[in-house]
């Protein structure tokens, strides 16, 4: 049974729109979702004159903190489900096996491109979680 469902989202409406189904099934289940965002690093920004105009560390804490307001704001698609959040810095696939193993998930549930299955492809990340989790990974798709 599905008690911890990991998702990983990425900001885009494309992204979220696995949510519905995942407020259905942790619903059934009676399930915890943990919505994940991964920020890339950042680099220290420069002017022309060699200024900081930046810091990495600055940019990573305002992107985190954008990215949790965003979560927070899609907590009301999966109303009547328990909803964590969590925003992380570093590489989209070692981060999400990485929560998954934090978080105990027992399922993964991201969106893949349609056209991709076409052509037997899938994202760099997509590709990394699925060959290395060591829970069930849903990848979903848009009708085309």
Avoid at 5 to 24: G, H, K, N, Q, T
Avoid at 46 to 69: G, T
Avoid at 127 to 142: C, F, G, I, N
């Amino acid at each position: 049974m599905t008690k911890r469902i990991l998702v990983p989202l990425d900001m885009s409406e494309r992204s979220e729109s696995v949510l519905p189904l995942v407020a259905d099934l942790a619903r059934a289940n009676g399930a915890t979702v943990r919505l994940l965002h991964i920020t890339p690093y950042s680099r220290t920004r420069f002017s022309e004159d060699n200024r900081v105009l930046i810091y990495a560390h600055q940019q990573e804490e305002r992107d985190a903190a954008q990215a949790k307001q965003r979560l927070q704001s899609l907590e009301p698609l999966l109303d009547g489900v328990a909803v964590e959040h969590r925003v992380r810095i570093g590489d989209p696939g070692e981060e999400i096996l990485r929560e998954a193993d934090i978080f105990g998930a027992d399922a993964i549930v991201m969106r893949a491109s349609p056209w991709r299955w076409w052509r037997r492809t899938l994202g760099r990340v997509a590709k990394q979680v699925r060959a290395r989790a060591d829970v069930p990974v849903l990848l979903l798709s848009e009708a085309a």
